[in-house]
């Protein structure tokens, strides 16, 4: 029992080691929620790995039950490695962007915002052959308004001046989002509506969506 206590008790000290006293707060600290607010290159996705480690090694969690969510695919490839190295483990729980993470809640979920489970993903290419399509139904030009500037009109709309748009988007059919984007007359309103409606048409989720209807379900 002695020589196994002393093994632990090394194997904390390996999981704390180099770690600064902000850092070392952020992996310790167990109970209740955690904020920890940290610019870049400030270590996160170190603390980050080490927390995960000393969950799991002196905490005893099984990494299955523990979620790390962070902002790129490169960040949480960083994040599987050293938690495998320090954990020796090859379960590194599940780890993902932000966005994928969503993708699979949605994916699993799908039936509560009445979407298909092969929603559509939209991307860049996706998002401007839609801009192209509203354009050229209302008689829009780049003079009204260019495809930037319309994205990035939409972009805020989403997250501020209509962050409970997505409930439209779920509440009302298909032709109810037509008929509101027809109706429109305002060059905002034409672009805002018919992007929403040609997102619904096409069972589409923008990035700004992936988020909201994630929240959505777990809410």
């Known amino acids: 029992m002695k020589v196994e206590k002393i093994r ?13 006293n902000a850092q070392l707060e952020a992996v310790t600290e167990t109970e209740g929620f955690v904020r920890v607010l ?11 790995s080490h927390r995960f480690a000393c969950l799991v090694n002196e905490i005893g969690i099984m990494p299955s039950n523990i979620l790390c969510v962070t902002f790129t695919n490169k960040s949480a490839t960083e994040m599987r490695k050293r938690i495998h190295l320090l954990t020796g483990d090859n ?8 966005h994928g993470f969503c993708v699979s809640v949605l994916q699993e979920d799908s039936y509560a915002i009445q979407y298909p489970k092969s929603f559509l993903v939209l991307d860049n290419s996706d998002v401007n052959a839609m801009l192209k399509i509203i354009y050229e139904e209302r008689n829009l030009s780049l003079r009204d308004m260019t495809f930037t500037d319309a994205l990035d009109m939409i972009r805020e709309r989403k997250i501020v001046s209509e962050p409970d748009y997505y409930k439209n988007m779920i509440a009302m059919s298909q032709e109810a989002l037509k ?41």
């Not at 632990?8 to 600064?20: F, K, R, S, T, V």
């Not at 379960?91 to 932000?98: A, S």
Request: hydrophobic share 35%; aromatic share 16%; glycine share 10%.
């Open 179 to 219: 008929e509101k984007y027809e109706k429109a007359t305002e060059t905002e309103d034409i672009i805002f509506y018919g992007y929403l409606y040609q997102e619904k048409k096409c069972f589409g989720l923008d990035y700004n969506d992936i988020i909201k209807f994630t929240i959505y379900i777990y809410i």
């Open 38 to 48: 940290a610019g870049a290159g400030s270590g996160k996705t170190r603390a980050l």
């Open 91 to 98: 379960d590194t729980g599940y780890i993902n962007t932000f």
């Open 8 to 20: 632990m008790e090394e194997n904390e000290l390996d999981l704390l080691a180099g770690l600064n």
